[in-house]
């Protein structure tokens, strides 16, 4: 009995977390935590998985060109006797062959040259498979910088909650003091209405915003492959985090490192340079070694033919030269060349166009920067203004219209501020994601 009890004591330890977990509340969920859980359940990224898994496998077909070629056949069958004619046909006679026909087969051969086209298609599918890995790394960053996107898009939706809850616990307790002012007859029930109507739209902003907080945050778990309505706290430390400041020459060179579109680029290059060495190979004659042998019934080169089996093999070194490929190959050879200068051309392009993405997102970053001090700044004034304002309005010397002003205008102070810090963040990941550090 006490051995029973102490087993189910066990279980309940060991279950408890479980049990804990599925009715817990919302948990805090860090950026790098997202990041790994995207990673993991990504269907876009098992898909770019599976590519550079088959490219890999590519590669290892590419290599069978550098085994021999070997095949085998068995026949059976019915051998017909053999028609005999004169040259002048004028004669005719049946020769009788046995009609039993057994033949056994082998055959071998190995390309010892064939202009390099086999070392060449080999290393093409080396770099097809680098470009596999390359885009499926590039697949990865642009998930990441959705999860990014959408975890501080919830994050900033929730400290515009915040903002509008804090706002209606100042208008209510505003209304209170109103209140009071009206009981001494000091203020008209408009000024009550009025105050009340502002409470009943910052509540109506609570719940909308609450809608939007939930709609994101679905967006987000099918991404990271959690449960449609778990529901994530951001970590409240991201804002906090320090970003180094960087010079865009710094961005720059390192963009040209680690930029993935930069290196795909200059990958499909080698790949176009190496596809005109395969066309090339074309021009030159393939040297080969092969041996065969034959084991058959009846010997049919005697005359009459004899029901015996016989045996014969032979080796040696074949040259196979293609002639047509004196007309083929130029043009062949010009089309590879333009897939040479088209890659050329591409690379230029994609270095102009992170260029671009680099210096558009450096200065979005500055002024991120910027508009967080200008906001911070005008916040204070606001939060200064409505607190003269206020006092003014309970002595009587403002009305209501003015301290609605001043408080619709912290309010979108206070968004201004909140929505800032988050931009900041949002920008340091597009300038990482552009320089191919994400």
């Known amino acids: 009995m006490k051995a029973l009890t102490k087993t189910l004591l066990i279980i309940m330890i060991l279950a408890g977390p479980v049990a804990f977990s599925q009715e817990a509340g919302p948990r805090v969920l860090t950026l790098q935590h997202a990041f790994e859980l995207a990673e993991q359940n990504s269907a876009q990224l098992k898909i770019a998985a599976q590519n550079t898994e088959l490219a890999h496998q590519k590669i290892d077909i590419a290599k069978l060109g550098h085994l021999p070629n070997i095949s085998s056949a068995i026949n059976y069958g019915y051998l017909s006797n053999s028609q005999i004619w004169d040259p002048s046909f004028g004669k005719h006679i049946t020769a009788h062959v046995p009609h039993n026909l057994t ?56 400290n515009q909650r915040q903002v509008f809850g804090n ?90 490192v680690n930029n993935k579109d930069l290196k795909t680029a200059a990958k499909e290059i080698e790949i176009a340079k190496t596809n005109l060495k395969v066309i090339k190979a074309d021009r030159y004659p393939e040297i080969s070694l092969f041996t065969s042998n034959n084991f058959q019934r009846p010997y049919t080169n005697s005359i009459p033919a004899q029901d015996i089996y016989y045996n014969i093999w032979l080796a040696g070194v074949s040259v196979k030269y293609n002639i047509s490929s004196i007309y083929q190959s130029p043009r062949k050879v010009k089309a590879g060349k333009i897939q040479v200068e088209q890659s050329l051309a591409r690379e230029t392009l ?77 920008a340091h990941y597009q300038l990482q994601k552009s320089i191919g550090l994400l």
Do not use: C, W
């Open 103 to 158: 033949q056994f087969s082998v055959q071998a051969s190995e390309t010892i040259f064939r202009g390099g086209e086999i070392a060449n298609n080999i290393k093409k599918a080396s770099l097809e498979e680098q470009v596999a890995l390359l885009n499926q790394e590039k697949n990865g960053e642009d998930i990441k910088f959705l999860v990014a996107a959408k975890y501080l898009d919830i994050y900033k939706l929730i």
């Open 167 to 256: 706002n209606t616990k100042l208008a209510q307790e505003r209304l209170k003091n109103i209140l009071h002012l009206q009981k001494q007859g000091l203020v008209t029930n408009n000024d009550v209405l009025r105050t009340q109507l502002i409470i009943s739209d910052l509540e109506l902003a609570i719940r909308k915003t609450d809608d939007n907080i939930n709609i994101q945050t679905q967006q987000l778990n099918v991404v990271l492959g959690l449960g449609l309505n778990e529901q994530l706290i951001p970590d409240t430390t991201l804002l906090s985090l320090p970003f180094k400041n960087v010079t865009i020459n710094q961005l720059m060179a390192t963009s040209y």
């Open 350 to 426: 994609q270095k102009q166009n992170v260029e671009l993405s680099v210096n558009a997102a450096f200065i979005k970053y500055k002024e991120a920067k910027d508009e967080l001090t200008t906001y911070t700044d005008d916040l204070k004034s606001a939060e200064e203004n409505y607190r003269i304002v206020e006092k003014k309005y309970f002595n009587q010397l403002a009305l209501l219209t003015d301290i609605i002003d001043a408080a619709n205008t912290k309010i979108e102070a206070e968004l201004k501020v909140s929505t800032a810090q988050i931009n900041i963040v949002y």
